[in-house]
């Protein structure tokens, strides 16, 4: 692999095919003649926009004869992720098939903390084995991008700026800091970029996402002390009223061989203006109340960060002619439930086979990404059905409800996290946590809260 500056045109470590050259692997004749009838400087088989989980996953995995270009718009990859990066045991495996994730892993985690919204009330869920990790998220881009083959060139400070359809190709337009605009031909286009995708933005027949949590997390030294393994536990706090829109998160992790820890929220994008106000206040509630020390200030942490994470489910267009969607650019984002890199991994793995099917002469290969995507576990239903999740805890505006909701999770502490996994990787639905004759009284008050805050919804400001 090769990590190219601002440089002239780039090129590949290996010796992938020139503009007259032919290459002897696989296709190599059809690759070969591609080239030769061309007359631009570059010229790759793919295009990659974005240089995360993604668009890296790809990488790895498309066919060693394809000259690959993965561009992205930051200083360097990992430099910056938007990211918690939370990964679960099956995401974990998914890595191991390909790369050395346990470099990357700072915190097994094999319990849940779920505190209410009091900021004092609160069980534990635990797990015999790890059931998610705690990543060095910005190591772990890094590596990703440090250990793609060689056919593959990951040029960062290059921004894409859009694309047109020439034929049987498809021609972009992008630049790359301190140069002017240039423009490369591929065979098929990849966005990797995110959930505001600029790929499905400029590309005509695809869907975009319309729908999104704005989060907002920061990196601190410090120490948790809520539960009695507070290195191997998550916490999610139910804000009640304190923030309507999803909640917060807490995660332990290590940075520069310090103990360190994430913390963060997430609101509706509309709402993004009042998240770091709102961090602030939730990071100084838990050191007033003893749940968390920090080295330093609140407003000095070792580092932070904002996103746009979709919650409009799968989109259902993420291919048209030589174009492909992956990642949160399509969607594939469990943000109600912490595992959007599954997603983002799952979907690069199955795209690779799927763009070298459709370079190989099946022109209809890119449109079956979602059927691909649903073989694992049903992972688009699951998508699915956490639109009926997020639904429902749009509707809860009062502290009463969510205290409803809290104490009947709470009946299911013992197995809590065991039906949380299920319905992540087994193809379970969480709804069946609490859809038990035992909790009827709890179940009907709930369903009477949730009804008066629909009938008479709240504002709090």
Not at 415 to 437: G, H, I, M, P, Y
Request: proline share 5%; with cysteine.
């Amino acid at each position: 692999m090769r990590v190219q500056a601002p440089s002239p045109p780039p090129r590949s470590n290996r010796s992938s095919p020139g503009p007259l050259q032919t290459c002897h692997e696989p296709n190599g004749l059809a690759v070969g003649l591609w080239y030769s009838r061309t007359t631009m400087s570059e010229r790759y088989d793919v295009l990659i926009v974005g240089a995360s989980f993604a668009g890296l996953t790809l990488a790895h995995h498309l066919p060693k004869h394809l000259r690959v270009l993965v561009v992205d718009a930051k200083p360097s990859a990992g430099a910056s992720v938007e990211s918690t990066g939370l990964i679960t045991t099956k995401t974990y495996e998914e890595f191991k098939t390909f790369f050395d994730i346990d470099r990357f892993i700072t915190n097994p985690i094999s319990a849940i903390c779920v505190v209410a919204h009091n900021f004092t009330d609160h069980f534990v869920s635990q797990t015999e084995r790890p059931w998610i990790y705690q990543t060095d998220t910005k190591g772990l881009v890094a590596g990703l991008a440090r250990t793609v083959p060689d056919n593959v060139t990951v040029q960062s400070k290059t921004v894409f700026i859009g694309a047109r359809r020439e034929g049987k190709e498809t021609v972009a337009t992008v630049q790359t800091q301190g140069e002017g605009q240039r423009q490369i031909a591929c065979r098929v286009l990849v966005g990797a970029d995110g959930s505001h995708s600029k790929v499905a933005q400029t590309m005509p027949g695809l869907d975009r996402n319309t729908r999104f949590l704005f989060g907002y997390e920061r990196v601190y030294f410090g120490d948790v002390h809520l539960g009695p393994e507070p290195h191997e536990t998550i916490y999610h706090y139910w804000f009640g009223e304190f923030s309507l829109g999803y909640g917060g998160w807490l995660s332990p992790t290590v940075v520069d061989d310090r103990p360190a820890v994430r913390i963060g929220l997430a609101k509706l994008a509309e709402d993004r203006a009042e998240a770091k106000d709102l961090l602030k206040r939730f990071t100084q509630r838990l050191m007033d109340d003893g749940a968390l020390t920090l080295e330093g200030a609140i407003d000095a942490p070792d580092y932070a960060f904002g996103s746009l994470i979709p919650i409009n489910g799968p989109l259902k267009r993420v291919a048209s002619s030589g174009v492909i969607l992956i990642g949160d650019a399509a969607g594939y984002c469990g943000a109600f439930a912490a595992d959007g890199i599954k997603g983002c991994v799952v979907s690069g793995k199955e795209a690779a086979y799927l763009v070298g099917a459709y370079l190989d002469g099946d022109g209809t290969a890119l449109g079956r990404l979602n059927e691909r995507m649903e073989r694992h576990d049903g992972l688009l239903n699951y998508y699915r059905r956490q639109l009926r999740y997020r639904w429902l805890w749009d509707r809860m505006c009062r502290n009463r409800t969510f205290r409803a909701m809290f104490d009947i999770i709470n009946q299911e502490r013992e197995t809590f996290v065991e039906q949380f996994c299920d319905s992540k990787d087994r193809r379970r639905s969480l709804a069946w946590t609490v859809l038990k004759w035992r909790h009827a009284l709890r179940l009907l008050k709930y369903a009477l809260f949730v009804a008066f805050d629909i009938v008479f919804p709240k504002q709090v400001v």
